[in-house]
């Protein structure tokens, strides 16, 4: 007998799954790999272009307070050269006073000359200091601080102007720095010294500097860090997160400070990141999805080509068997070797017999082809399903009686009429009883049954065989699908006949109903709408 199945045969659907996963799995992570890694490299980049602009702004607004020092710084050293040799104080400071007019950032100013002339101007609140204290703290500056201030005059030689800082107190700061002498730049001629108000510088030059520069992205903010005081925001701002700071390059206590408005580079970022992110994830999601699809329609391409390859062998043995058996009773016949009358009588009913089966044979695989290309017709016709059931039971006994069948057919009257094409319902049935016969071992019992029921008439057909696990009950109506134990591949069979059961009862628009246990045996029923 023929035997289908087992691993030897199967196409390595597993194999051809792991093909397929590994040559999408590898790309697809290889571009969440590079994404991700591009993602981090992008948000660097990101934060560093946002730096270097907080930077670049910050840089300008240094240079533009050190630009504003160094001409105040030139014009007094212009003064202090013309006073290098006054040896009273009085015009001095009245020079000194036409200086400091219009800059209020500038508390005070004052030039020291050769003569050790002191000459102080000083401007509003500041005018009450009185000379002598300030005079006091330049000359222990200058000594205290010997060492700067000997820098200050080597740089003032090379032609910059750098001065020394001093914090006078919490509201000032002093700046001190050398004159040279004109001609040679050799020797010193005075000592020349601001006092500046924080306050106003940060008011009148810095903060000026930062709205020029404000684009609206960013919060500026002025801060003495010596004591932790916030001299000027750009606006109320929320935190004190600033992205970059920078001491100011002439008042190093006070800080400058730039952060983005309403966001901080690190959520900005981190935003970017989430976003990203979440498109890979969806992207992957669809990848894996389609994946997942792919395997499944692979796997199943594969079954259905298993199947059909089965399918092929299958009807050639289906049609060499029953082709072989005529031919050889018919060759015998020929001869005229069987003298019993008998025994001929047999021969020439198996040869019907025979020729029958493959008749139905055939009208399966022809239907199945037709259906599968659309093209089968039905015509339908009121019926009495009882009396198409006992013709068909009645024609098909003779092969059943053969086979050693005990079958009872019951037909419960009154049975209301259903459309139906009568070809069609015979050959369902033709197929039901087909199975029973192969699926009996030991109990050779089959019965029929066509009753009424609500609104359906009902044909059933039982028997006593092998049974169908409950796992296989959907898919034995599948096309070419054959229940895969050894009992089943060692009967005939096209894997087609509960296919077309099935299709047949939807154009019907009943359906077809198996109950079954393993070894007990099967009930197929045929459920008709009644008309
Ligand atoms: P075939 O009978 O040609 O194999 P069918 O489509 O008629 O194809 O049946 C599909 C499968 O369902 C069979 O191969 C068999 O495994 C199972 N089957 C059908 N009818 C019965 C039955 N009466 N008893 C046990 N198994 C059955």
Known sequence: MFHHGGGGTKVPVPKISLIVAVGLIIPVATYTAFQLAQSSENERLLRSIYRRQLDSILFSVNQYCWDTFNTWATELAALARSLEQADRVWPGVRTVRRFLHGKPPLAAAFVQNT????????????????????????????????????????????????????????????????????????????????????????????ARKLNAMNTGEFIFAVSDRSRDHLLYASEDFEGNRFETSESLWILPDLRLQIRLRGTTLEQLSRARTRRNLLLLGAVNAIL????????????????????????????????????????????????????????????YRSIVSESSRLTQLINNILDFSRIESRQKRYKFAELDLGEVVERVVNSYRFHLDQNGFKVDVRVRRPLPPV?????????????????????????????????????????SVTD????????????????????????VHNTRGSGLGLALVKHIMKVHRGSVKVRSRVGEGSTFTLEFPVA
């Not at 054959?482 to 009992?487: E, F, Q, T």
Request: glycine share 4%; aromatic share 8%; proline share 4%.
């Open 115 to 206: 003569k050790d002339v002191f000459m102080l101007a000083a401007a509003g609140q500041f005018a009450s200091i009185q000379r002598p204290p300030l005079r006091r703290f330049v000359v222990a500056t200058l000594s205290e601080r010997k060492s700067a201030w000997n820098r200050a005059v080597r740089q003032a030689r090379a032609g910059y102007v750098r001065p020394l800082v001093e914090r006078l107190d919490v509201d000032h700061t002093v700046l001190l720095f050398p004159v040279l002498d004109a001609d040679t730049r050799a020797s010193v001629v005075a000592t020349c010294g601001f006092v500046i108000d924080d306050q106003r510088f940060v008011d009148d030059v810095v």
């Open 464 to 487: 006593r065989g092998i049974g169908i696990p409950e796992s296989e009950h959907e898919k034995i109506f599948e096309e070419f699908y054959r229940v895969g134990d050894d009992l």
């Open 288 to 347: 894996v999805l389609a994946l997942i699809f792919l395997l499944r329609t692979v796997a199943h391409e594969m079954t259905l080509a298993r199947m059909k390859t089965s399918f092929v062998a299958n009807v050639s043995h289906e049609l060499r068997t029953p082709l072989s058996l005529i031919r050889m009773y018919a060759e015998t016949l020929e001869l005229g070797r069987v003298p019993d009358e008998a025994k001929r009588r047999r021969y």
């Open 419 to 459: 459309v139906a094409d009568p070809e069609a319902v015979e050959q369902a049935l033709v197929n039901l009883l087909d199975n029973a016969v192969k699926f009996s071992s030991d109990r050779r019992e089959i019965s029929v049954e066509v009753k009424a029921e609500r609104e359906r008439v009902n044909v």
